[in-house]
């Protein structure tokens, strides 16, 4: 088990070296493309778009076929994405390229996820859940850092250049590491996988939860280094350097909340969400408090945020009958990643409309959006959370 956690762990972190490259880079792009917090938190949210538009078909794919090929196929996507991006003159071409690079990460994530829970059983796997998707937290801060340390250096285009590599290199240690394995008979029609998903209520509980964690997350990563250069500019490190920093929190929260969360697990993740929703709040109000207050109000944010990531996922994969468990997967993450593209552009619309990136005001108001979704998301799950249990045994045609 260790092995194969470890391999798909760091398989994970390669293939997000370009994921995180413009949320680094927002504030130099935004300037020289002249474009305002809505157009910028447009072109974030296109990475979400592509997706949301894969994910369905991606995932739900590996209940037919070996997830490690599609994996290995969306490492390719991952890195023309990222070279797509270093050649954009505009905002245009940069949403463009960015839903490429997020089709990519549609083709490696959940499947990666599938791929470990197939190779993974006993009381381990929900353990080994945690692990992989806290990595989501590693590979977001690395391709903070690599953005980071090539731009000054060699310029924003030979950042994204740098990005196209990861993947390729995730490819060739999933190919070389991880052996083919024989794909198990499903005993659901494709169409017959969907409903059992769609009407089983304990699944629905976690797509909304997950969509509403998502929106919240994706929002503050894709702001986060804007955020920083508003609150901390005065600061000894450079703003994607301590956006990286504070992205490290994210693995140690998402496995501690999971193991918080074991045996209560709905419960739990309502706890932590409001939590957010509270801190969330705190760090828009506290934004021009000094840098190292605003650093700190902010990590423990981030510490909130991603306690619930793997609780909820090890959650849907509980509930979840074994032959339509990609399914389950593709219309979790097609949910989360709507959420996700909303984020970052309402966090930047509500920018706008509270006076721009420059005003406190502004910063108060965008935080309190999220905010007000996680509250949501809070109600949505005890709501949809009460249904029947999944069917542990093969659904009926």
């Given at each position: 088990m260790v092995y194969v956690v470890a391999v798909l762990c760091a398989a994970e972190i390669l293939t997000m070296t370009g994921v995180s490259?413009?949320?680094?880079?927002?504030?130099?792009?935004?300037?020289?493309?002249?474009?305002?917090?809505t157009v910028a938190g447009a072109v974030g949210g296109a990475f979400f778009a592509g997706y949301m538009l894969a994910v369905p078909v991606l995932v739900s794919l590996t209940d037919r076929i070996a997830a490690r090929r599609v994996y290995v196929g969306a490492c390719a996507a991952l890195s023309?994405?990222?070279?797509?991006?270093?050649?954009?003159?505009?905002?245009?071409?940069?949403?463009?390229?960015?839903?490429?690079?997020?089709?990519?990460?549609?083709?490696?994530?959940?499947?990666?996820?599938?791929?470990?829970?197939?190779?993974?059983?006993?009381p381990r796997k929900s353990r080994a859940i945690a692990f992989y998707t806290s990595t989501f937290g590693l590979g977001s801060s690395l391709s903070l850092w690599m953005a980071g340390a090539v731009q000054p250096r060699a310029?924003?285009?030979?950042?994204?250049?740098?990005?196209?590599a990861g993947p390729l290199l995730a490819a060739v240690l999933v190919l070389a590491a991880l052996p083919a394995r024989a794909m198990e008979a499903a005993e659901t029609t494709h169409r017959g996988r969907f409903g059992v998903v769609l009407r089983n209520r304990a699944i629905a509980g976690y797509i909304i939860?997950?969509?509403?964690?998502?929106?919240?997350?994706?929002?503050?990563?894709?702001?986060?280094?804007?955020?920083?250069?508003?609150?901390?500019?005065?600061?000894?490190?450079?703003?994607?350097?301590?956006?990286?920093?504070?992205?490290?929190?994210?693995?140690?929260?998402?496995?501690?909340?999971?193991?918080?969360?074991?045996?209560?697990?709905?419960?739990?993740?309502r706890w932590?969400?409001?939590?957010?929703?509270?801190?969330?709040?705190?760090?828009?109000?506290?934004?021009?408090?000094?840098?190292?207050?605003?650093?700190?109000?902010?990590?423990?944010?981030?510490?909130?945020?991603m306690s619930d990531s793997a609780a909820l996922t090890a959650g849907l994969i509980e509930v979840s009958p074994p032959d339509a468990r990609g399914t389950a997967m593709?219309?979790?993450s097609f949910f989360g990643f709507a959420g996700a593209l909303m984020g970052p552009i309402t966090f930047g619309a509500l920018l706008d409309a509270g006076g721009g990136?420059?005003?406190?005001?502004?910063?108060?108001?965008?935080?309190?959006?999220?905010?007000?979704?996680?509250v949501c998301g809070v109600a949505a799950l005890r709501q949809d959370s009460r249904g029947t249990p999944a069917r542990r045994g093969p659904a009926t045609r």
């Open positions: 490259t413009f949320a680094a880079l927002l504030p130099l792009l935004r300037d020289e493309w002249h474009a305002t917090n023309l994405g990222a070279l797509a991006f270093a050649w954009a003159r505009a905002p245009a071409g940069a949403m463009l390229a960015h839903a490429v690079l997020g089709a990519g990460l549609a083709g490696t994530y959940m499947p990666g996820l599938k791929e470990l829970s197939d190779r993974v059983s006993g310029g924003w285009r030979a950042a994204f250049v740098c990005a196209a939860g997950y969509a509403a964690h998502c929106w919240e997350l994706f929002a503050i990563r894709s702001w986060i280094v804007a955020f920083l250069s508003f609150a901390a500019g005065a600061a000894p490190l450079s703003p994607p350097t301590i956006a990286a920093i504070v992205n490290l929190l994210g693995p140690p929260a998402s496995i501690s909340g999971n193991e918080i969360a074991s045996g209560r697990r709905v419960r739990t993740v932590l969400m409001v939590t957010g929703a509270a801190l969330a709040c705190l760090t828009g109000l506290l934004a021009r408090s000094g840098a190292a207050i605003a650093i700190g109000i902010l990590s423990v944010y981030v510490l909130a945020i593709a219309v979790y990136a420059a005003s406190h005001r502004a910063w108060m108001l965008a935080f309190a959006g999220v905010a007000a979704v996680s």
